[in-house]
């Protein structure tokens, strides 16, 4: 009976803490990543290896699990461009990365959007290294700008 009852509470746990894990990435902080990533251009285009509007690189998209538009094929010639150059498409890139990587990059003790963003641009491993000055200062920005308006 103990070990049933040790089982359904670290169940709860591990459920409860993703659940407050992915809590904090909203619509704002897609937002923000997106502002500072690329200014959220819809160029619709890749180069140097980066796909907008999140600057995702195909081994970022690996790392995600292949995520790809409804219908698509994941092993399809192209199917990482035509994703990663969707607004939505490429949330849902970022979700699942998220997922396998999410943690406290900055230990201060929360995971939010900070650390999403210093997960999106350092990379799950590295996360932890300070995100570079030019992406910081707009990523800020936009953060700061959205707290005043009330947003999420």
């Known amino acids: 009976m103990k070990f049933q009852i040790l089982l359904a509470l670290l ?10 894990f992915l809590s904090n990435l909203n619509d704002t902080c897609f937002r923000c990543i997106c502002e500072a990533s690329t200014g959220c251009s819809n160029r619709m285009q890749c180069g140097q290896g980066y796909c907008s509007p999140f600057s995702i690189s195909r081994a970022y998209w690996i790392d995600s699990g292949k995520v790809v538009q409804a219908q698509d094929d994941p092993n399809r010639f192209g199917a990482y461009e035509d994703c990663a150059n969707q607004y939505d ?5 970022i979700t699942q990365y998220m997922e396998k990587y999410g943690k406290d990059c900055n230990n201060d003790g929360l995971v939010d959007c900070v650390d999403y963003a210093m997960l999106h641009i350092n990379g799950g491993p590295t996360c932890h290294l300070a995100l ?4 910081a200062r707009k990523f800020g920005t936009c953060l700061r700008s959205n707290q005043r308006r009330g947003r999420d």
């Open 89 to 93: 498409c490429s949330t849902n890139i």
């Open 132 to 135: 570079n000055v030019d992406f």
């Open 11 to 20: 169940a709860g746990a591990l459920w409860s803490t993703e659940a407050i």
